[in-house]
Structure formats: structure tokens, C-alpha cells
């Protein structure tokens, strides 16, 4: 059986992963959870628990694979490729994003 990250752990994970500001919000959603916001419009992100804006874009995955993204144990692409992680909303904005370590 594996235990599936906190809410908490995935902040704190995404709070590292996001380098630089991309121009835009992401919504992160995963299953059970609130979502919580990349907000990504100054030069460095912060991540926020309310809406600071409509989000641009909207990531929909599982705990676990969140995790892994953040913590770049697998690939934003790979993931959003093999249908783990969806994506939906401003596609420029997934263009502007780097996150650390890629």
C-alpha cells in the first residue's frame, strides 16, 4: 500500500521546484485535496491557498505523481504525455515555465 503525499508536502515541494516567474497562475489540483496556486506573474513565484487571479492554467493529477514532477523524479513532459498529469487551459504558459533542475 503507498501512502499518498500531504497537501502540505506538495506546497512545500512546489515551493522549491518553481524557479522563476512564467507571467501567469496555475491551479494544482489533485485527488481529495484543495488546490493551490503557482502564482508565477512577478520574477520569483509564490505559492498561495486562495486565488490570486483566475488561473491561466490547470494541473489535474494524483499525489504522488504531483510529487514526483516537483521533486523532479519524472519529467513535467513524460508525465503529461503518458496521460498522468492533465493540463488544461493557456498552453503559452507551460511554455514560459521552467522548473529547477530542468
Wanted: overall charge negative; charged content about 25%.
Amino acid at each position: 500500500m503507498t501512502i499518498e503525499p500531504t497537501r502540505e508536502a506538495l506546497i512545500a515541494a512546489a515551493d522549491d521546484a518553481f524557479e522563476a516567474g512564467f507571467g501567469g497562475v496555475i491551479e494544482i489540483r489533485s485527488d481529495g485535496m484543495d488546490a493551490f496556486y503557482v502564482d508565477g506573474r512577478a520574477e520569483k513565484c509564490a505559492i498561495v491557498e486562495c486565488a490570486p487571479a483566475s488561473p491561466d492554467s490547470i494541473w489535474r493529477s494524483s499525489p504522488s505523481t504531483l510529487l514526483s514532477i516537483f521533486e523532479r523524479k519524472r519529467a513535467l513532459e513524460n508525465a503529461y504525455l503518458s496521460g498522468r498529469l492533465s493540463i488544461g487551459g493557456d498552453m503559452s504558459v507551460m511554455a514560459r515555465l521552467a522548473l529547477k533542475g530542468r
